[in-house]
């Protein structure tokens, strides 16, 4: 089991939910958060230029089997890659999954998803 | 407004007010021989700045309806009305309604109206207030008015594009369709329409003119399958609110006097918005087993819309009986809509268009003066004429805008949100730490 955590920007959250939905992933965590990575993005702010410190960006969090893996990830690059690539499409983490409990059940594991 | 004087209590007050006028101004304009009623000039100043109250109550009612994306773009689209037609109608607008008909009356048009230089020091005759005071208050309904259509493309149109849109619509739809109901010489005024405060003028032209607008620009992406509630019910309940208020301007002010016509206007106002509101929940009480507030807000304008065209020739439980009516009427063409899956993102059409041509066309079964069938014919006649009109001249308008500027947003402008595309602004901008 393996969580995905993606960072993409806010925009392109309708695009890569479509993706996933399309790859049968339907199991998902959003939410809004801010930060900073190699993107430098001005913005024009009553007429003067001011470089954001954080740029917002949407997360997502997505718990899943190991076979779901790669079409989940093939469903955020498809969705979040803009114009063929450019700095500020985000980032995916990858990290394993100790456990997963369903709290309705008291059910552990894969099957809990 | 001059609508009601002709027929709306049966008094004729004289029809040829604006001739009255323009002689006055040819005399040399003598402005001490007609005295200023001060009290029909206080109420008229206030209700000038009630109609206006109601634009930010509408940015407030559509932007809290829309996606958090969306919700500067979308108020953006009723305070650059304030701008464009505040500009255009001092420029040549006024000319355009409340001039003499020219090119067989299609509009108006009186030289000494452009930039308003003609009336500087003109008391109007028949109703004892600057003309400034008139003209301004009217102004007010032209803002408004291509600021409703707003509601039905909301979301996915382009903001230059827009503008341009409004400012064509505002000269080619909307001055002719007040010069024909409202001015001395209009052909509608003339065949006897009751338009007591706009419902034809305002409210069937900008819902008819905003279904087609949606309707050829196609549906927002992901509508319907993706959910797109509203971001802030707090603010559109506020909107609601608002316009409720500035309604008394609206349609007590189109009395122009402060008089028992005025009273009645405004009773009849207050009657329907309340008869509106409650009907709309009572029905999704029965109907969805929850009463919304989004459904009380919907009814307020829904009764509110249909009392307008008949505020001066309804008595209270008239009132009442056309806010229920287009309350019911307008929750059903909302269901009909979501049936038919077009995308009139805020119901411009649903309860502006519906409400409108409800209260346009039913007001003569409620009238003080009684049920009259020539009247039900010439109501039927004045909504066809203005639908019609407004219909064909909307679609050659977005046709034209569309092909030279383009008037849909871009995929990626969709996706992101008006707010940041268009305006580099967020309206919630504190919802993420920086």
Known sequence: MKLITAIIRENVLDRVREKLLAAEIYRITVTRVSGRGQQMSEEIYRGQRVVPGLNPKMRLDIACNDEFVEPCVNAILEGARTDGGRVGDGKILITPLEDIIRIRTGERGGKAI | ?434
């Open chain 2, 1 to 434: 407004m001059i609508g009601r004087c002709a027929l709306g209590c049966g008094v004729a007050l004289g029809t040829v007010l604006f001739l009255g006028a323009s002689s006055a101004l040819a005399a040399g304009g003598s402005p001490e021989a007609v005295t200023v009623d001060s009290g029909a000039t206080a109420w008229m100043l206030t209700s000038t700045a009630l109609v206006l109250l109601m634009v930010p109550g509408l940015a407030m009612f559509y932007g809290g309806l829309v996606r958090s994306k969306n919700v500067i773009g979308t108020m953006m689209h009723s305070f650059t009305a304030m701008g464009i037609m505040g500009v255009l109608w001092v420029t040549i607008s006024y000319a355009m309604c409340f001039g003499d008909g020219v090119l067989g009356g299609w509009f108006g048009w009186n030289p000494d109206y452009v930039l308003l230089r003609g009336i500087d020091d003109t008391i109007m005759p028949d109703f004892h207030i600057p003309e400034y005071v008139f003209a301004m208050f009217q102004g007010k309904f032209a803002i408004i008015t291509p600021a409703l259509i707003a509601g039905a493309f909301a979301e996915r149109v382009r903001f230059r594009s827009y503008c341009i849109f409004i400012a064509v619509w505002g000269l080619l739809v909307y001055n002719p369709l007040c010069h024909w109901v409202w001015a001395a010489d209009g052909f509608l005024f003339k065949m006897g329409a009751i338009d007591f405060a706009g419902g034809t003028v305002v409210h069937i032209s900008s819902g008819i003119s905003g279904l087609v607008a949606a309707l050829y620009l196609g549906a927002r992406r992901g509508y319907p399958a993706s959910a797109m509630h509203p971001n802030n019910l707090v603010m559109t309940l506020m909107g609601a609110g608002l316009l409720w208020v500035g309604w008394f301007g609206f349609n007590a002010g189109s009395s122009v006097q402060s008089g028992l016509a005025t009273a009645q206007a405004l009773t009849a106002t207050q009657a329907a918005a309340a008869a509106g509101a409650l009907m709309w929940i009572l029905l999704e009480g029965w109907h969805q087993g929850k009463a919304t507030a989004l459904g009380f807000a919907s009814g307020i304008l829904a009764g509110l819309v249909a009392v307008t065209p008949a505020a001066g020739v309804v008595r209270p439980g008239g009132a009442m009986a056309l806010g229920a009516i287009a309350a019911c009427v307008c929750y059903g063409a909302i269901l009909l809509k979501n049936r038919l899956g077009y995308d009139d993102s805020l119901d411009a059409f649903g309860v502006h268009g519906v409400g409108g041509t409800v209260g346009a066309i039913l007001l003569v079964f409620f009238m003080r003066d009684g049920f009259s069938t020539h009247q039900f014919v010439v109501q039927l006649q004045a909504a066809g004429v203005a639908m019609a009109y407004a219909a064909v001249l909307t679609l050659v308008i977005v046709i034209v805008v569309d092909k030279v500027f383009g008037l849909r947003a871009s995929a990626e402008a969709e996706m992101a949100g008006l707010d940041h595309v268009y305006h580099g602004e967020r309206g919630y901008g504190l919802l993420n730490a920086n």
